[in-house]
C-alpha cells in the first residue's frame, strides 16, 4: 500500500521547506514550496519505522520544526517454502526463508515452536533448516518480535515426515515358529 503526503505550508507571503527522513535517518524527500496552499509532497514512504518530517518556514512567518508518523508493518510473514514435507531416505532435511511483507523492523528478531519432536530445526539469519526426526505430522510455529521482544506477527506451516514403508517376510523354510 502506498500513502502519499500532502503540504499544506505555503502561500504567497511565505515559504516551506519540508524534508522527510526514513526510519535509517537518510534524506527520503526535500523540496521548497512557495505561493500555493495545496501540495502533494514527492515522497512515499517504504519503510516499516518512524519518519521525521522537518518543516521550515519562512517570510512574513518563520518556523522551524518537526513532526513524526510512524509506518506499521501489514502483519504478514510468509515462510518459503510454505508446507513442507521431509522424507527421512531421501531428503531428511530443507531450508525455510522466513519473509515479513514490506521490510523488518530495525532489532526485530524471530523464534520458533513446533508441536512435538518430529522434527528439529537451526537457524541462520532469516532461514531455518527444518530436520525430520521421525515419520509424523508436526506444526512450524514462527514469531517475530520487535526489538523489545513483543511479538509482532506469526505464521504456521505444517511439517509432514515420511518414511519408506517395507514388507517383511519369513519364510520359515519347513521349520516351525
Known amino acids: 500500500e502506498s500513502n502519499e503526503l500532502y503540504n499544506t505550508y505555503a502561500n504567497s ?3 516551506s521547506i519540508i524534508s ?26 517504504t519503510q516499516i ?17 518537526s513532526e513524526y508518523f510512524t509506518v506499521k508493518s501489514d502483519g504478514k510473514v510468509t515462510l518459503t517454502p510454505s508446507t513442507l514435507t521431509l522424507d527421512l531416505k531421501s531428503s531428511p532435511s530443507k531450508t525455510v526463508e522466513i519473509a ?4 523488518w523492523p530495525d532489532g526485530a528478531t524471530y523464534s520458533i ?21 521421525k515419520k509424523g505430522t508436526s506444526k512450524l510455529y514462527v514469531d517475530i518480535l520487535d526489538k523489545d521482544g513483543n511479538v509482532i506477527t506469526s505464521a504456521t506451516t505444517n511439517v509432514t515426515v515420511t518414511a519408506p ?13
Open 100 to 103: 515479513l511483507s514490506g521490510n
Open 13 to 15: 507571503n511565505y515559504k
Open 49 to 65: 519505522g518512524k519518519y521525521k518530517v522537518n518543516i521550515k518556514i519562512t517570510g512574513d512567518v518563520t518556523a522551524n520544526y
Open 20 to 45: 522527510v527522513y526514513n526510519p535509517d535517518g537518510s534524506l527520503l524527500y526535500s523540496a521548497e514550496y512557495n505561493k500555493s496552499d495545496n501540495n502533494w509532497i514527492g515522497a512515499t514512504p
Open 165 to 177: 514403508e517395507y514388507n517383511v517376510t519369513y519364510n520359515v523354510n519347513g521349520g516351525s515358529g
Open 113 to 133: 515452536k513446533t508441536t512435538n519432536s518430529n522434527i528439529s530445526q537451526t537457524n541462520s539469519g532469516r532461514t531455518i533448516t527444518v530436520t525430520a526426526k
